[in-house]
C-alpha cells in the first residue's frame, strides 16, 4: 500500500472511530450525558473534545499495525498526556481502550476482517502494554478503578501481560467485551440495523445493560446496585415507558452506566467502518502496486 494510499486510508479510520464517541453522546440514553445535558461526573464537552484528541492517536495505530509495530498501549499513554497538556478532561477511557485493537487491526478488507484480527491482537497484549495501561491510570488518578478481583492494582501492575490483566477484570462489562470478541458492541450494531440510528441507540444501549451489569457502575458503587440498574435495564426494554423512570433513579442517585455507554460507542464505529468498508475497502487496496508494501 503506497504511502499516500495508507494516510488517506488511515485518515478515514481515526475519523470514524474518534466522531463515534461524539454520535454516541449525540443520543440521550438513561444515566448518560448527551448534548442535551451534562452530568455530575462528566459533560457532553468532555466526550467531544476527549474524541478530537483521541483521533490522532487512532490514526497512529492504524498506521502501526500495518507492520505489527508494538506495544499498542503507548498511544494511550500518550493520549492522556497530551489531554493534560490541552487542559482535557479525557472522559472516553473504556472507549479508547476498546478502540485500541480495532484501530491496530483496521488495515483489512471488512470489518470482518478486521475484528477476526482484533481478537489475535487482543491477545497479544504484552508486559510492555501493562506498563502504559497502569502509567496512564496513574497520571488520570481514577480512585474507583483500585485493586481488581484477584487483589492486585491495576496502578501497580507489574511483570503482567496486559492480556492477562484483562482475564483478571473479565467481570467488567467493558473488558467483557474485548474477550468475547465485542459480541455486545455487535449486539448494538444489530439493533441499528434493525431499528436506525437513535432507536437503535437507545434499545441497544438498554439491551447491553440488561445482558450485562454495567462495569463502571459496579466499580464505583458495588455489585448490588449494578445488577439492580441491569434488572430495571430489562424492564424498561419491556415497558418503554419505564424508561424515563430508570433514568431519574440513574440520575439522582448519581449513578452513570459509562461502560455501557462507551461498549454504545464502539458499535456505532463497527457500523460505520462496515458500511465505510463495505464501499471503500476493496478499492484500497487494488491500488497497492508492485514494490508497495504488502498487507499481511
Not at 47 to 58: D, F, G, I, T
Not at 63 to 77: A, H, I, N, Q, T
Not at 109 to 135: G, H, M, P, Q
Amino acid at each position: 500500500m503506497s504511502l499516500g494510499t495508507l494516510e488517506e486510508f488511515c485518515n478515514s479510520i481515526s475519523f470514524i472511530l474518534s466522531s463515534s464517541t461524539v454520535e454516541e453522546a449525540f443520543y440521550d440514553k438513561p444515566g448518560n450525558a448527551s448534548r442535551r445535558r451534562d452530568i455530575k461526573s462528566v459533560s457532553f464537552k468532555d466526550l467531544v473534545l476527549s474524541a478530537l484528541v483521541s483521533k490522532e492517536y487512532y490514526k497512529e495505530l492504524c498506521k502501526r499495525g500495518l507492520r505489527r509495530e508494538k506495544p499498542l498501549f503507548d498511544s494511550l499513554y500518550k493520549a492522556v498526556l497530551k489531554s493534560m497538556e490541552l487542559g482535557v478532561n479525557f472522559a472516553i477511557l473504556g472507549t479508547f481502550i476498546q478502540m485500541i485493537p480495532i484501530a491496530y487491526s483496521s488495515i483489512s478488507r471488512s470489518l470482518d476482517e478486521t475484528l477476526k484480527k482484533a481478537s489475535v491482537t487482543i491477545r497479544s497484549l504484552d508486559e510492555n502494554d501493562s506498563i502504559y495501561f497502569s502509567k496512564s491510570l496513574q497520571i488520570l488518578g481514577l480512585s474507583y478503578l483500585g485493586k481488581i478481583d484477584s487483589g492486585f492494582d491495576y496502578r501497580t501492575i507489574g511483570k503482567v501481560s496486559l492480556y492477562e490483566v484483562l482475564l483478571h477484570s473479565s467481570s467488567d462489562s467493558a473488558v467483557k467485551n474485548m474477550l468475547e470478541d465485542y459480541k455486545y458492541s455487535r449486539l448494538v450494531v444489530d439493533k441499528i440495523e434493525k431499528l436506525g440510528m437513535e432507536k437503535g441507540v437507545l434499545e441497544g444501549f438498554l439491551s447491553v445493560l440488561c445482558q450485562v451489569p454495567d462495569g463502571l457502575i459496579w466499580r464505583k458503587h458495588g455489585g448490588r446496585v449494578a445488577i439492580t440498574v441491569s434488572k430495571m435495564s430489562c424492564e424498561a426494554l419491556e415497558n418503554p415507558k419505564l424508561i424515563n423512570e430508570l433514568d431519574r433513579f440513574l440520575l439522582e442517585n448519581g449513578y452513570n452506566p459509562g461502560s455501557t455507554a462507551d461498549i454504545v460507542a464502539v458499535g456505532i464505529a463497527f457500523f460505520k467502518l462496515g458500511e465505510w468498508y463495505g464501499k471503500n475497502g476493496v478499492n484500497y487496496f487494488n491500488s497497492m502496486q508492485r514494490g508497495c508494501d504488502r498487507v499481511p
